[in-house]
Structure formats: structure tokens, C-alpha cells
């Protein structure tokens, strides 16, 4: 971000992540859709050969841990979040790091692996942070990366902005698929995997780890019957009852250059 006005707008940004994810940490924790999953599999396969891992705003250490689990002798649990990494550190066989995703306090070089999961639409530069996954990692190293994918639609992708940061204050931007290859790709990657996915999620669960106000919610409520929410979250709704919601995530597998 070049404007100071950019750069206040980031820090802001960051200071509302962390008080609301400092709440949530147990949540996380215990969270089904963050402990287990095809994509926490995939993520953990593609990194499974590495000696030493970064796993980026690692939340409650589930993806640190499956890497564990995957057999990656070294794993770094880094959040910006302090009580997220005390949650990673004291659950799972893993080394924690408190660190900005877009300042990354390792050496150049540092890891043969770096994953990073359902976390960088709350980053407000996320090229910044390409530029850094990238930096830490040894040539050759993999980055397994997955996030909440925007529609390629720029009215529909809009829309679930919104949803979204009525769902969670903290939430800055999703980015379709196409934004992510082309950064990732502009930042010296080779992208060897790209997909979109949609994971079927409980709609009063997945509002309820976030906690929203009471006002959001009911604004929530109401968006959600909504012919924009059907078509990006393919909402099937029955006796006025959410029966079906589900999330787009995109997942990519890209390796810097030996
Ligand atoms: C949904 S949780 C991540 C879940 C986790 N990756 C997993 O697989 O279970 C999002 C995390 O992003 C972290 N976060 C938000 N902004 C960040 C930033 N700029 N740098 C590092 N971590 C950040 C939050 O503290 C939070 O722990």
C-alpha cells in the first residue's frame, strides 16, 4: 500500500483481526469445519515432504498440527494473534510464532514449505504477503495455500464482502481465483495445482463462532434468503429454515523455482 491513508486503514484492520480473534480461539479450537476436512488433508499431502514448515495465521494450529501429523518433522505455528499461538503451542507438538503475515520475522530462505489456510481475506495487503511466503521459502519449497474465494462476479463478489463482515468484523476482502494466480504468479510462484471447492458448512454454527451483534445477525438472517446469497453460498432454504449453505474456497499448490 503506497497512501499513509492505505497504511492507517491496514493497521486498522490488523487491531480488529486481533481483539476479535483473541475471543475466538477456543472456538477455533473446537471447531469441526477448522479440526478436520478434505482441504486440511490436501494442504497437509502437498506439504508432507518438507523438513521444515511455516503454517501462516495459523488460528488454533489445526493445519500446523496435520502437518505434524503428515510427518513434517519442524513446524512453525505463526499468528499475529498472541492467544492464537498459545492455543497452537500448548495443543500440538509445534514451535509458535507471534508474526504479521506481511512482515514475516524469518530469515530469507528459512523453510521448505510454508501453508497458509481460511485466513488471508484478513490481510490487507495480500501481495505483501505473497512477497513474503515467497521470501521465506528455500528454492524449491512448496506454498499450500487455501482462502474463502470471491465470485469472479465483481456485483456477487461484493456481496459476500458484505455478508461476510457483518458475519465478522475482522474480515477485509475475499479474492476470486483468477486474483490469486495472477499474484501469485506475478510473485515469482510456479502454480503446480488451482481448484475451487465448495465446503457445505452449518449456517448457525459458522455465524455463531464469530459471535456477531445482534443486529448483524438479524441483517445476516435476512441476507441470507436473499437470491444473491443463493447463488454464492448456494443457500436452499425449506420452512423458512436454512437447510444447505455452503462456502467457496480455492486451494492452490505453487513452488518457488529451484
Ligand atoms: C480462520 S483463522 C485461521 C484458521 C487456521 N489457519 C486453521 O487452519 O485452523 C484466521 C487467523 O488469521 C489470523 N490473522 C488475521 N490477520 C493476520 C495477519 N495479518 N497476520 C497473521 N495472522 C493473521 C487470525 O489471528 C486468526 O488466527
Known amino acids: 500500500m503506497n497512501s499513509d491513508g492505505g497504511q492507517d486503514a491496514g493497521r486498522d484492520a490488523k487491531r480488529e483481526a486481533m481483539s476479535s480473534f483473541d475471543e ?31 503454517d501462516v495465521a495459523c488460528g488454533a494450529g489445526h493445519t500446523a498440527n496435520a502437518l505434524v501429523e503428515a510427518g513434517v518433522p519442524s513446524v512453525v505455528a505463526a499468528d499475529a494473534t498472541p492467544k492464537m499461538v498459545r492455543t497452537a503451542t500448548a495443543n500440538f507438538p509445534v514451535a509458535g510464532a507471534v508474526a504479521d503475515a506481511e512482515r514475516l520475522p524469518f530469515r530469507t530462505g528459512s523453510f521448505d514449505a510454508a501453508t497458509c489456510r481460511v485466513a488471508a481475506h484478513h490481510f490487507p495487503d495480500p501481495e505483501a504477503f505473497v512477497r513474503e511466503v515467497y521470501r521465506v521459502l528455500a528454492p524449491g519449497g512448496t506454498f499450500a495455500f487455501e482462502d474463502v474465494a470471491a ?6 463478489a461484493d456481496f459476500t464482502d458484505r455478508f461476510e463482515t457483518l458475519r465478522d468484523g475482522s474480515h477485509v476482502k475475499a479474492h476470486p481465483q483468477s486474483q490469486w494466480a495472477a499474484w501469485l504468479r506475478d510473485g515469482g510462484f510456479e502454480i503446480e495445482v488451482s481448484t475451487v471447492g465448495r465446503i457445505d458448512l452449518d449456517f448457525a454454527d459458522w455465524v455463531d463462532r464469530t459471535d456477531p451483534l445482534a443486529a448483524d445477525r438479524e441483517r445476516l438472517d435476512e441476507l441470507v434468503r436473499t437470491p444473491e446469497a443463493a447463488d454464492a453460498y448456494e443457500v436452499e432454504v425449506e420452512d423458512d429454515e436454512v437447510v444447505e449453505f455452503s462456502n467457496v474456497k480455492v486451494l492452490m499448490r505453487a513452488r518457488k523455482p529451484a
Do not use: C, K, M
Request: glycine share 2%; aromatic share 6%.
Open 151 to 156: 465470485p469472479e462476479d465483481s456485483e456477487l
Open 24 to 54: 475466538a480461539a477456543d472456538a477455533y479450537l473446537a471447531s469441526d469445519v477448522h479440526r478436520a476436512g478434505e482441504d486440511l488433508n490436501t494442504l497437509a499431502e502437498w506439504s508432507a515432504d518438507a523438513s521444515r514448515a511455516l
